[in-house]
């Protein structure tokens, strides 16, 4: 089986893992990563990494203090009854409003083509505010990663897969991360499918589910090395890229 269809495969499991909205708001975190589908054995909003030639994660908007209405009921009570939830948001809404943030970005390829990655970080006074990862497959699939720091420490991860399926039937993925003292706080999903047109409407209005934090370790291990820029490109190819199988003796 090639790589792309593995690829696919391992995103078409992790259906019950969303995607949706951008913000920390609606405390959705759909993630359903090429990274998860590739490196390991499933990134989010919503902002996507510099522009490239692979087709990118399509979009969405929603602030941090978006009223939880489409959450699962369950879910918008753990998230408002949680103070450091909403400490989230807040740092979330100032790192989004700050336009002095200085930008720089790096690529990095895999071994034999087998994919490649975009990174960009946003920094003020040489600390990384937000990061934001492209991890694309080679093929059509992959995903997008956004993360948050405070004082060097993630707080927030948004992975967003890339749209998979047809005009007719479009699928998107997300899930959305938040921490607290370098431990998952609380995990959360969506996902939404329609045609091509209109499945970020549907994204967006689509409810947010909680989801168990087994994933959130390799995002935190991502969100690390990202934050390092070039200096972590041979850990990020551990993470990202394809590892060679382990030779096992007779």
Sequence with gaps: MSRSAMVLAGVLLATACGRGDVAPVSSSTAAVSGTENRAQ?????????????AQAAPRTTTTPDAAAAAE???????????????????KYAE????????????????PADEGSAEIRLHQKNNAVSKAELKDIAAGDAGS???FYYDNGQLIFALNDAFPFGDVA????????????????????????????DQVESLLHKAPNEPV???????????????????????????????????????
């Design 41 to 53: 054995p499933p990134a989010a909003a919503t902002p996507a990494a510099s522009a490239s030639s």
């Design 169 to 196: 039937a479009t699928r998107l993925l997300q899930r959305r991360y938040y921490y607290h003292q370098g431990s998952p706080l609380l995990c959360m999903k969506k996902s939404a499918e329609g045609p091509a």
């Design 95 to 110: 790192i989004q409003a700050d336009k002095g943030l200085q930008k720089s970005e790096f690529r990095m390829a895999c």
């Design 72 to 90: 699962s009921p369950s879910a918008a009570r753990e998230a408002a009854d949680d103070p450091r939830i909403e400490e989230i948001r807040k």
């Design 212 to 250: 168990d934090c087994s994933f959130a370790p390799k995002v935190q291990r991502l969100a690390s090395a990202a934050a390092r820029g070039a200096a972590a490109t041979d850990e990020l190819k551990k993470l990202l890229c394809p590892q060679p199988p382990r030779r096992t003796g007779r």
């Design 144 to 146: 997008t990663y956004q």
